[in-house]
């Protein structure tokens, strides 16, 4: 069976920070690209970051230089660390890992951004 659980959000005042977490099994985790998206009430998903098996990265312009995505193989880990977070960048924020021929999706996890 395959889980992908988010962890790590929470209320933050602008400016702060947070780390979030994604615990995935039941994949061969190391051959997927791993992805943060987010959703903010009334919009579309879209993609914040994305890391690939070979440790490729990119982002979405607004959170480049403030946003850095990483993981760890050995415990099938992906994390995002956010910094100088805006109000802007509330949004439930969920963990995708994708393949040639797969393509999971986590519960989500909420970011709140403010004062």
């Known amino acids: 069976q395959v889980q992908l659980v988010e962890s790590g959000g929470g209320l933050v005042q602008p400016g702060g920070s947070l780390r979030l977490s994604c615990a995935a099994s039941g994949i061969g985790f190391s051959i997927y690209t791993m992805g943060w998206y987010r959703q903010a009430p009334g919009n579309q998903r879209e993609l914040v970051a994305r890391?690939?098996?070979?440790?490729?990265?990119n982002y979405k312009d607004s959170v480049k230089g403030r946003f850095t995505i990483s993981r760890d193989n050995a415990k099938n880990m992906v994390y995002l660390q956010m910094n100088s977070l805006k109000p802007e960048d509330t949004a439930v924020y969920y963990c995708?890992?994708?393949?040639?021929?797969?393509?999971?999706w986590g519960q989500g996890t909420q970011v709140t951004v403010s004062s």
């Open positions: 995708n890992a994708v393949s040639m021929t797969r393509n999971y």
């Open positions: 890391i690939t098996s070979s440790g490729g990265t």
